[in-house]
């Protein structure tokens, strides 16, 4: 299993890659998570052990799992963010009048990392939830970020985490992704035709401090049978442009 960066200390490292594993996995044996991470099984055990001493980690039969222990720390570091805080309202309040999904994302060690999710009356089920993350120039919402960031912190990105992704309609190349950020920061919103999931389209619009520093994003998604014509090209782009300014607004004024 690579690693891009090695920990400055390796059993911490080790630890994260067994509770990485046990997510990816969704639990394991012994046995099996030994053979994924190809680590001897009385290490494993060890790890899992202390892991389950301090309630990061639970045991079912033979099958280990992650424990809820983390929801209180990712509870707590959300709401630290004061994207969230400020943008919740709105969001719902946006969810609520398209009858869509809406969502809040933020980018953090070069990933997007969703920070909340608010779910109109007509809204799709996606393979998401909070605290997801995933590459920023598959969505809308991770565009919209990358457009507004310094061109080095880009190249850093790209760098280090790859282009492509899930679908064919992913963006594969640097030119295609530079193209496409300097769209965005013309138009002022970036689009979602299908990119990070298939049948899926998003309208997505940064949030920005009075510095001109890009915060997050939050956005609208649905299925392409709705997200089309006037209603994805104008309609969505005003609303969403709207909900992001009054987020600014607050934020600069809270």
């Known amino acids: 299993m690579a690693r891009t960066e090695r920990p400055a ?10 509770l990485d594993a046990l997510k990816g996995l969704d639990g394991a044996g012994l046995s099996e998570l030994a053979r994924h991470l190809d680590i001897p099984k009385s290490t494993v055990h060890n790890y899992l052990s202390t892991l389950r001493q301090e309630q990061y980690v639970t045991k079912s039969g033979d099958r280990y799992r992650v424990g809820l222990r983390f929801l209180e720390l990712g509870a707590y570091s959300r709401h630290r963010e004061e994207l969230f805080r400020v943008a919740k309202p709105d969001v719902d309040r946006l969810a609520a009048e398209t009858g869509e999904l809406a969502n809040v994302l933020v980018e953090e060690h070069g990933k997007g990392i969703y920070l909340y999710r608010a779910q109109g009356a007509d809204a799709v089920t996606v393979k998401a939830h909070v605290g997801t993350r995933i590459p920023l120039h598959t969505a809308a919402l991770g565009k919209a970020i990358m457009a507004h960031l310094p061109s080095e912190r880009v190249d850093d990105i790209v760098e280090r985490h790859g ?3 899930p679908t064919a309609q992913s963006i594969d190349s640097r030119d295609a992704l530079d193209a496409s950020l300097e769209a965005v920061r013309e138009r002022g919103v970036a689009f979602d035709d299908e990119e990070r999931l298939d049948g899926l389209r998003c309208v997505a619009a940064p949030v920005r401090a009075d510095d001109g520093r890009v915060l997050g994003a939050i956005s609208v998604a649905g299925p392409t049978n709705r997200f089309r014509g006037e209603r994805f090209r104008e309609e969505l782009p005003q609303k969403v442009l709207e909900t992001a300014n009054v987020i600014e607004l607050n934020v600069t004024h809270s």
Not at 9 to 18: C, D, L, N, Q, R
């Open 9 to 18: 200390v390796k059993s911490v490292g080790t630890a994260f890659e067994i």
């Open 163 to 165: 282009l492509g992704g």
